[in-house]
């Protein structure tokens, strides 16, 4: 059970990550069509839904690390590392917001 769980927090945190790369992903893309002057836009809307999804995985992450578990917090520490890694060096987003820097990457 608990190596089900372990693997549950990790796949938990590539989604998280997964869901923060695409929304990054979806701005750079964003930026070149924002002309605009409409306040809510399906573009928008879709990106409120994500960062909803990403919130609410995020908070269910950090309610499985307060169970103090050992297990469980590696494993939630790992997943999000690996995960990092992975979308942040070999699935760069071009254009992406300064606060997302890859440049430890290149």
Same mark, same amino acid.
């Given at each position: 059970g608990m190596i089900l769980s372990? !693997? %549950? %927090? %990790?796949? &938990? @945190?590539?989604?998280? /990550?997964? *869901?923060?790369w695409s929304r990054l992903k979806r701005e750079a893309a964003?930026? #070149?069509? =924002?002309? =605009?002057?409409i306040p809510v836009t399906p573009h928008r809307l879709v990106d409120a839904c994500m960062h909803a999804?990403? #919130? +609410? !995985? =995020?908070?269910? #992450?950090?309610?499985?690390?307060? *169970?103090?578990?050992v297990w469980l917090c590696v494993a939630t520490v790992v997943g999000e590392v690996v995960a990092r890694l992975l979308f *942040?060096?070999? &699935?760069?987003? /071009?254009?992406?917001?300064?606060?997302?820097? *890859? =440049?430890? @990457? +290149?």
């Open positions: 372990c !693997i %549950v %927090v %990790v796949l &938990l @945190c590539f989604v998280m /990550e997964a *869901t923060r964003n930026k #070149l069509n =924002s002309a =605009s002057g999804v990403q #919130l +609410t !995985i =995020s908070y269910f #992450l950090m309610l499985v690390f307060m *169970t103090f578990n *942040t060096c070999f &699935l760069p987003v /071009e254009g992406a917001p300064a606060s997302a820097d *890859t =440049s430890c @990457c +290149t």
